[in-house]
Nanobody, 125 residues
Framework: QVQLVESGGGLVQAGGSLRLSCSASGRIFSTYAMGWFRQAPGKEFEFVSA????????YYADSVKGRFTISRDNTKNTVYLQMNNLKPEDTAVYYC??????????????????WGQGTQVTVSS
């Protein structure tokens, strides 16, 4: 069993930055692809970004490309989401997820096996 704990959410003004962290338990974190998803009130669950087990491949939703950066530190069992130039439409609960099967990373929520509890990001205009 893998446990994921997100942190780093909060309230920020439009144009500001936040860095989310997701810490994972377990010794085989380095073999998992990781992803970030989000859900805003009244909106669908949405893929944000993913990273392969090695960190060599990254993927982004078009809505965040050029503003968000995903990275990981396998020595710390942690994946990060650096969010710059935040917009009010980025307001959502952000979830990290781990995929134990496909190490390449995917935008499909159904491929992920473990989920964190979520962290709220609120961007004011």
């Amino acid at each position: 069993q893998v446990q994921l704990v997100e942190s780093g959410g909060g309230l920020v003004q439009a144009g500001g930055s936040l860095r989310l962290s997701c810490s994972a338990s377990g010794r085989i974190f380095s073999t998992y692809a990781m992803g970030w998803f989000r859900q805003a009130p009244g909106k669908e669950f949405e893929f944000v970004s993913a990273i392969s087990w090695s960190g060599g491949s990254t993927y982004y939703a078009d809505s965040v490309k050029g503003r968000f950066t995903i990275s990981r530190d396998n020595t710390k069992n942690t994946v990060y989401l650096q969010m710059n130039n935040l917009k009010p439409e980025d307001t959502a609960v952000y979830y990290c997820a781990a995929d134990r099967t496909y190490g390449t990373g995917t935008s499909s929520r159904w491929e992920y096996d473990y989920w964190g509890q979520g962290t709220q990001v609120t961007v004011s205009s």
